[in-house]
């Protein structure tokens, strides 16, 4: 976003006067800025019309008093494009552009798109093909459809690429507090990372909620989303859709273990951008950071008034990562004497019937549970009662604000969770936003979201400590071509990785190699059309003498003719065999048109796709990256010297690896994909077993 365009973005989100150009759908989002309480100057433009919304129209934009700060634009996609030049002519702020019709509709859409962006100049223009923007802070709406939505003077900016998402997320019943809803549509002047960029820095904004479909620029949605990381405003992410990846690379395992999603997920990492996968779970998220704000740690405080809920707590919280601290003898006998005879003193706290609703008993039990817990957090189950069920009401909430009070004693972070979504009705979500309390709506949700927020924190830490390396896009070649694997560790060895020893040979020249070598020794058969040597049976292993080499050849020959004539060589890799390691990897980088270069790491060797134990990272990535992502995988318990086995140099093999993505960076214009797979781990080092290099042609 340019300068000028943030200005214009200012006057667009806060006009002092909005012209709505259109018929029924301008005259609906005249009611919509009504309903949201715009005090300024409403100018309707229609040259058929008379009247819009009960206001008197003008015929055309250049009989408006003056530019508008903010227009709503609702005409066919033609003239919108004659409209959206001559707007930008007399210094208008911005446009809402709820026309469609232009890429999204295919053949001369594209066109029409692009001479809308030359249009516009330097407008804010929001879409086209989108359903607009509603500002809850200052009382501003361009939307064409009836919306809800409150703000206490705080809350969420939500953009979404999907109208209708955003029009539903206006009417959820969750009590989800609002400060922007913005219906980025086809983004063809401003993005979603502009968005971003700006409302990260609103101190009314408490939390940023991304619905994305596509991002247009990877690399500034890095620069963006780490702003606003390290300016205190968390990022909640909703990923939907695929994008189709270069399908000349799909012939390896890195290609098929490390798709969009897992690109999606290393991004949004290395962004300390908060993940979620279902529309609920957005919302309940959302709600937890601005309501709340993320906790220190995962340590949480529970209390339920039923068994039941104390063990759905438990339970759900064990997968997650989120832990509950147990009580010290003192601290047990202080609590015993607080509760009833029939409670047992645990956390999470079932403080029993006997003393519900009656908060001089259970204001104490809350406050000294909460502050000798020494918890990060405190949620508190209830499910309210149903309409014209009332009579239980008034113990509800008492029970809830002497929670309330003492979560405000200890100074953490409190929700109260419904154990059924719908349990928790308006009045008693308004009452706990007023004192600060989540209402949360399902007790996955809940555990979920506090979960994150925590994780979130330390991501925070994690980044704010970190130099940036930004993000380098990289284009993906038309043609490219798969090295043997001689050449290939040629390769590696440039790039610091050890290697078995070895010889590159004729058949011929095998057996009498492989003496000279040592045995025992493993024989491969170099082709470019050998990407799984395994499945054709061009590698033998553990050879123990020039007898057995000089009958694998042939046995080679005859099984690769089988699988694929056109593969077959007289070109023999014999390498003495490697140590046992301490466990084997997969390691693979290539390229991808958005994101650019990414390094997937993972249990590695014959059953690498059978596991799926992986975890990608955006390049480039630094040692203490990629040593978190190693440390995520199921592989570092081996790692970690699993059974008496030696323990594994984190440091050393996560240097290692940066170094190897730092080489395959330097070559990008080379390289187009590298895989080494097994990479055998020893306790102070690396040998490639493996490898295979596509490069640019």
């Given at each position: 976003m340019t300068p000028k365009q943030r200005e214009n973005f200012e006057r667009l989100m806060r006009p002092r006067h909005?012209?709505?150009?259109?018929?029924?759908?301008?005259?609906?989002?005249?009611?919509e800025a009504r309903r949201r309480g715009f005090a300024g100057s409403i100018w309707p433009v229609n040259p058929r019309r008379e009247t819009l919304a009960g206001l008197p129209c003008v015929a055309s934009l250049d009989d408006l008093p003056e530019a508008p700060d903010a227009?709503?634009?609702?005409?066919?996609?033609?003239?919108?494009?004659?409209?959206?030049?001559?707007?930008?002519?007399?210094?208008?702020?911005?446009?809402?552009?709820?026309?469609?019709?232009?890429?999204?509709?295919?053949?001369?859409?594209?066109?029409?798109?692009?001479?809308?962006?030359?249009?516009?100049?330097?407008?804010?223009?929001?879409?086209?093909?989108?359903?607009?923007?509603?500002n809850y802070l200052d009382g501003v709406a361009l939307w064409p459809f009836a919306h809800g939505g409150e703000c206490p003077g705080y809350g969420a900016a939500?953009?979404?690429?999907?109208?209708?998402?955003?029009?539903?997320?206006?009417?959820?019943?969750?009590?989800?507090?609002?400060?922007?809803?913005?219906?980025?549509?086809?983004?063809?002047?401003?993005?979603?990372?502009?968005?971003?960029?700006?409302?990260?820095?609103?101190?009314?904004v408490r939390a940023i909620g991304l619905h994305i479909?596509?991002?247009?620029?990877?690399?500034?949605?890095?620069?963006?989303?780490?702003?606003?990381?390290?300016?205190?405003?968390?990022?909640?992410?909703?990923?939907?859709?695929?994008?189709?990846?270069?399908?000349?690379?799909?012939?390896?395992?890195?290609?098929?273990?490390?798709?969009?999603?897992?690109?999606?997920?290393?991004?949004?990492?290395?962004?300390?951008?908060?993940?979620?996968?279902?529309?609920?779970?957005?919302?309940?998220?959302?709600?937890?950071?601005?309501?709340?704000?993320?906790?220190k740690g995962t340590k949480v405080m529970g209390f339920t008034c039923s068994g039941g809920g104390a063990t759905m707590l438990a339970d759900h919280s064990e997968t997650i990562g989120l832990s509950y601290p147990a009580f010290g003898a003192e601290d047990r006998t202080l609590l015993q004497g607080l509760l009833p005879d029939i409670a047992t003193v645990s956390n999470p706290l079932d403080y029993t019937t006997p003393i519900w609703g009656q908060p001089e008993h259970t204001r104490p039990v809350f406050t000294e549970a909460v502050a000798r817990s020494g918890a990060d957090v405190a949620i508190l189950v209830q499910d309210y009662p149903a309409l014209g069920l009332d009579e239980t009401r008034p113990a509800y909430l008492a029970d809830a604000m002497a929670f309330a009070d003492a979560a405000e004693a200890a100074d953490v972070p409190a929700a109260i969770c419904s154990t059924i979504h719908e349990n928790m009705d308006a009045e008693t979500r308004k009452a706990l936003i007023a004192r600060g309390i989540a209402p949360m709506q399902?007790?996955?949700?809940?555990?979920?979201?506090?979960?994150?927020?925590?994780?979130?924190?330390e991501a925070r830490a994690r980044i704010e400590a970190r130099t940036p390396r930004p993000l380098l896009n990289a284009t993906l070649p038309d043609r490219i071509e798969m090295i043997h694997e001689a050449n290939s560790k040629a390769m590696l060895r440039e790039a610091g990785i050890s290697l078995?020893?070895?010889?590159?040979?004729?058949?011929?020249?095998?057996?009498?190699?492989?003496?000279?070598?040592g045995f025992p020794v493993a024989l491969k058969m170099m082709s470019s059309r050998l990407a799984h040597k395994t499945e054709a049976g061009a590698v033998k292993l553990d050879l123990s003498s020039a007898a057995e080499v000089a009958r694998a050849v042939e046995d080679m020959r005859a099984e690769v003719t089988r699988h694929d004539p056109s593969a077959l060589s007289d070109l023999f890799l014999i390498e003495r065999m490697a140590a046992p390691p301490v466990a084997e990897m997969i390691v693979g980088i290539r390229r991808d048109p958005q994101f650019g270069?990414?390094?997937?790491?993972?249990?590695?060797?014959?059953?690498?796709?059978?596991?799926?134990?992986?975890?990608?990272?955006?390049?480039?990535?630094?040692?203490?990256?990629?040593?978190?992502?190693?440390?995520?995988?199921?592989?570092?318990?081996?790692?970690?010297?699993?059974?008496?086995?030696?323990?594994?140099?984190?440091?050393?093999?996560?240097a290692r690896l940066a170094a190897l993505g730092d080489f395959a960076l330097a070559r990008a214009d080379r390289i187009a994909e590298i895989e080494i797979n097994p990479l055998f781990v020893y306790a102070t080092g690396v040998t490639a077993v493996d490898a295979l290099i596509s490069v640019v042609k």
């Open positions: 909005i012209a709505f150009v259109g018929g029924a759908d301008a005259a609906v989002a005249i009611g227009v709503f634009l609702a005409i066919p996609s033609r003239p919108a494009v004659d409209a959206i030049g001559k707007l930008a002519a007399m210094g208008a702020g911005g446009v809402a552009c709820y026309t469609a019709g232009f890429r999204e509709a295919g053949g001369e859409g594209a066109a029409l798109e692009d001479a809308l962006r030359t249009a516009a100049r330097e407008m804010a223009l929001i879409g086209p093909n989108c359903y607009g923007m509603i939500v953009i979404t690429q999907s109208g209708m998402f955003s029009s539903d997320i206006t009417m959820s019943q969750r009590a989800l507090p609002l400060t922007h809803m913005i219906s980025a549509g086809n983004q063809t002047v401003l993005a979603l990372e502009d968005f971003l960029e700006v409302l990260s820095g609103n101190p009314a479909e596509g991002l247009r620029d990877v690399a500034k949605f890095e620069r963006a989303a780490v702003a606003a990381i390290r300016g205190g405003t968390p990022v909640v992410a909703l990923k939907t859709g695929r994008s189709q990846i270069g399908a000349s690379l799909t012939q390896s395992h890195t290609g098929s273990l490390s798709g969009t999603k897992e690109l999606y997920d290393a991004l949004f990492d290395r962004c300390g951008v908060i993940s979620v996968s279902s529309p609920s779970q957005f919302i309940e998220t959302l709600k937890y950071l601005c309501v709340a704000g993320p906790p399902g007790i996955h949700e809940a555990l979920n979201a506090v979960a994150q927020a925590a994780r979130w924190a078995p020893e070895g010889l590159l040979v004729s058949g011929a020249e095998a057996a009498q190699s492989a003496t000279t070598l270069m990414s390094m997937m790491v993972g249990s590695g060797g014959i059953l690498v796709e059978l596991l799926k134990d992986t975890a990608t990272l955006v390049l480039p990535a630094s040692a203490e990256d990629i040593r978190h992502a190693v440390e995520g995988l199921r592989l570092a318990k081996l790692l970690g010297g699993f059974r008496g086995k030696p323990k594994v140099d984190l440091d050393a093999l996560a």
